[in-house]
């Protein structure tokens, strides 16, 4: 591979008893126009395993050997870590692959290679623990971080937009004309589950709070969210008696509620203008509800039920054989 710099001395990997709180501060600063809840929790898990969990935080843990998600690669100048990289193992539904998360860099420092430097970095690791397959997210808007990964032998692959709800947009909307929702019934659950692999194929849903098994209606499943602390509800919406969509909320105690809707591309825009409003009234808090959803689909439709794009992130990819132009 070309370009690689794996021996710069700026580089080491992260110590976590003594980097978190710099990894953190760091992150808050670089991402701080774009944290919404989800990535302020982050911050917070982090700051929270360095003052809470340092004491039992092993010095020599690696992404390998740790299923914490904050190990990686630092820049270090003058002590100061001013550029981070998290690596992570992917451990759900994939087999040798990793993710590239947090590339940050400070302010004071961008423009000198730095996030170059810490990718090639990352893929040299990967690929001397036996990685095939690496992915990462980036923002719709960043088009210099796009370009950074194209030029290392990434490629898209797909891109999701998060809708949020807002308070004050169209809560309540009446469904359209003879589309009607209701409970969702046991016999919806094989086409629901069909269509919620399609919309989270393996690639992605590995990083999603999502357990599509744990959405079928048995009783084990009830038991153990009980059990859990989780709710858990689910609707159906029907034109014609045909079932059109599906949609269940699944409240863990995050600090959003996702709604993992199922439909199809003919039906989406009915589906989603029916479903969305019924659950926004059966809820107490409608503004913690989210949707995670193909960008560009179902646009119009996700509006006129009250939400709003909060991020739109392009996935891509790496293959390990492939080599860096």
């Known amino acids: 591979m070309t370009g690689m710099d794996i021996a710069d001395p700026h580089i080491r990997p992260v110590q976590l008893r003594r980097d978190l709180p710099q990894i953190a501060d760091l992150v808050e600063i670089c991402f701080a126009p774009y944290l919404d809840a989800e990535g302020r929790d982050y911050v917070r898990h982090i700051r929270t395993a360095a003052r809470d969990y340092a004491g039992y935080i092993l010095d020599n843990s690696t992404p390998e050997s740790s299923n914490l998600p904050f190990h990686g690669y630092v820049w270090v100048e003058n002590n100061r870590?001013?550029?981070?990289?998290?690596?992570?193992?992917?451990?759900?539904?994939?087999?040798?692959?990793?993710?590239?998360?947090?590339?940050?860099?400070?302010?004071?420092?961008?423009?000198?290679?730095?996030?170059?430097?810490?990718?090639?970095?990352?893929?040299?690791?990967?690929?001397?623990?036996?990685?095939?397959?690496?992915?990462?997210q980036v923002r719709s808007e960043n088009t210099v971080a796009q370009q950074l990964y194209l030029t290392h032998g990434f490629e898209e692959m797909s891109r999701r937009t998060q809708w949020i709800f807002r308070p004050g947009q169209d809560k309540g909307a009446e469904a359209p004309g003879g589309i009607r929702v209701s409970k969702r019934r046991k016999a919806d659950w094989a086409q629901q589950q069909d269509w919620l692999k399609a919309l989270f194929p393996p690639e992605l849903a590995w990083n999603f709070p999502l357990q599509i098994e744990k959405l079928e209606p048995t009783l084990a499943n009830t038991i153990d969210n009980l059990m859990n602390g989780v709710y858990q509800r689910s609707w159906s919406a029907y034109e014609d008696n045909q079932l059109i969509g599906n949609a269940t909320l699944a409240r863990r105690g995050e600090p959003n509620d996702p709604v993992w809707l199922a439909t199809t591309p003919a039906w989406e825009d009915k589906a989603i203008r029916g479903l969305l409003p019924e659950i926004q009234r059966h809820v107490l808090a409608p503004h913690r509800l989210t949707v995670n959803y193909p960008a560009g689909r179902g646009v119009e439709a996700f509006r006129a039920a009250g939400m709003v794009e909060s991020n739109t992130l392009i996935w891509m990819k790496r293959h390990m054989e492939r080599a860096i132009p």
């Open 81 to 136: 870590i001013i550029g981070n990289l998290t690596l992570i193992v992917i451990r759900r539904y994939l087999k040798h692959a990793y993710f590239v998360a947090n590339v940050a860099v400070h302010p004071e420092h961008r423009g000198q290679g730095i996030a170059r430097k810490l990718t090639d970095r990352a893929i040299a690791h990967v690929s001397v623990n036996g990685g095939k397959t690496i992915y990462l």
